[in-house]
């Protein structure tokens, strides 16, 4: 059976972690303030968390995202700069809604479930948007920062087994073109270099 942890158990696992105000706890103040926590526990089954007094169950990435557009639709999430001044601002109702259509369109690509997609770009809503897509469509998103070079792109393509990847806002393409096999399908953000090859990510929304 599961049995709580002890006083002396806390201090030592925790020794020097917890700070209040500058100043380090000890192991009986740490008892008292963790009291309406989950209870620290040991034992052959994983410990089971309970909710802390007051706050409701945590939500799933997608569950809060749905709630939110449920509740603010018209209310601004994103605001993307789209060059000289100028911006383009994503509704919650937007936002889920893009991201609908862009999963429709990896659904039907019959992937198999889990399939690993990637994502390389500079943050911009589209990038927000693909990420839910995915989720959504029962996927597993592979974020590939857009600075890494050519090698270690190309590993981390083969490594994944990415079935598709996004291509989005990039300082150069050249690093991505170099390493992306030629059979991977790819959909190109918006703000995608010119010349990336690509399915639009504008025809999927259409």
């Known amino acids: 059976a599961s049995k709580a942890l ?19 706890l000890g192991a009986g103040e740490l008892r008292a303030r963790i009291q309406n926590f989950p209870r620290l526990s040991r034992g052959r089954e994983p410990a089971r968390c309970c909710s802390i007094r007051g706050m409701s169950e945590p939500k799933l990435t997608l569950q809060a995202v749905y709630e939110h557009e449920r509740h603010r639709a018209d209310q601004p999430h994103m ?6 001044g100028a911006l383009e601002t994503y509704t919650w109702a937007r936002t889920v809604d893009e991201a609908r259509r862009v999963a429709a369109y990896l659904r039907s690509l019959e992937l198999p479930q889990g399939s690993r997609i990637a994502l390389v770009s500079k943050n911009c809503a589209e990038v927000i948007i693909a990420d839910l897509a995915i989720w959504m469509a029962g996927h597993v998103s592979v974020a590939l920062f857009p600075t890494l070079t050519c090698k270690s792109m190309a590993f981390l393509f083969e490594h994944s087994e990415a079935r598709l990847v996004f291509v989005g806002k990039l300082d150069s393409a050249a690093a991505l073109e170099r390493a992306v096999p030629e059979e991977l399908p790819r959909i190109t953000f918006s703000l995608a270099p010119t010349g990336v090859s690509g399915k639009p990510w504008r025809s999927i929304l259409a």
Request: hydrophobic share 30%.
């Open 6 to 24: 002890g006083e002396s158990e806390i201090s030592a696992a925790l020794p020097e972690a917890a700070v209040s105000g500058g100043a380090r």
């Open 79 to 84: 605001t993307q700069p789209t060059g000289r």
